[in-house]
């Protein structure tokens, strides 16, 4: 089964620690993205990856980190330096080309107490 | 002016009829325009992605573009509960880069099919 997994679902933490969301595809897609989401606000991209070892910020991309060492995964930290860190974070992939349709994984959850 | 604009709704339809759903963009140089399905606490799912001026249709779902109008609509005829959900408009930022697109996504319209 293809498809696009991000884990955990749920994720709970303390002010000041860093987190690390997990994003992995077996869709053989060259380019992954991650996005938060809240509440009555559109997706917001954080950085996104076209190749390995090569990413790019997105428009709100302080207080997170990435890492692209392997096509298939695409793992995002949120470190202590983001402000507002509690939100739902999606992970999307795309080919590259001519059909470049991004598709999401489900989602991890994040509250930071 | 927002860069890709939505009605939040709530829109209601009864079942059966026609849901329709509105988007306009900024960007004049916009190429790819995606329309997604987002149900309550679930990410979002692509489900029509248009390139060209003109209508491009899906089973239920027809997809709409007219870009000098800078206007991209999503039809959904014989609306079903299942329907009820927020549908996401995205387009693509400047000139299609085939591959690295940077997406600025609407709010969101949330839409109610009353059985």
């Known amino acids: 089964d293809g498809g696009i997994t991000q884990s955990p679902k749920y994720l709970f933490r303390k002010e000041g620690q860093n987190v690390t969301l997990s994003c992995e595809q077996n869709?053989?897609?060259?380019?992954m993205y991650w996005y938060r989401q809240d509440p009555g606000q559109g997706l917001r991209l954080i950085y996104y990856?076209?190749?390995?070892?090569?990413?790019q910020k997105g428009d709100i991309a302080e207080g997170y980190s990435v890492s692209r060492e392997k096509k298939e995964s695409f793992p995002l930290t949120v470190t202590s330096a983001q402000k507002n860190p509690t939100a739902f974070y999606l992970c999307?992939?795309?080919?590259?080309?001519?059909?470049?349709?991004?598709?999401f994984g489900p989602g991890t959850r994040l509250t930071v107490t | 002016q927002k860069e890709v604009e939505q009605n939040s709704g709530p829109l209601s339809v009864p079942e059966g009829a026609i849901a329709s759903l509105n988007c306009t963009y900024s960007?004049?140089?916009?190429?790819?325009f995606f329309w997604y399905r987002q149900y309550s606490g679930k990410s979002p799912e692509l489900i029509m992605s248009?390139?060209?001026?003109g209508d491009k249709e899906d089973g239920r779902f027809t997809a709409q573009l007219n870009k000098a109008s800078q206007y991209v609509s999503l039809l959904i005829r014989d609306s079903q509960p299942s329907d009820s959900a927020t549908y996401l408009c995205a387009v693509n930022r400047g000139i299609s880069n085939f591959g690295n697109e940077k997406l600025t996504f609407g709010t969101g319209t949330r839409l109610t099919i009353i059985p």
């Open positions: 960007d004049r140089v916009s190429q790819s």
């Open positions: 999307a992939s795309s080919l590259t080309g001519d059909l470049y349709e991004q598709y």
């Open positions: 248009i390139y060209s001026n």
């Open positions: 869709l053989n897609h060259d380019a």
């Open positions: 990856s076209q190749i390995v070892n090569d990413f």
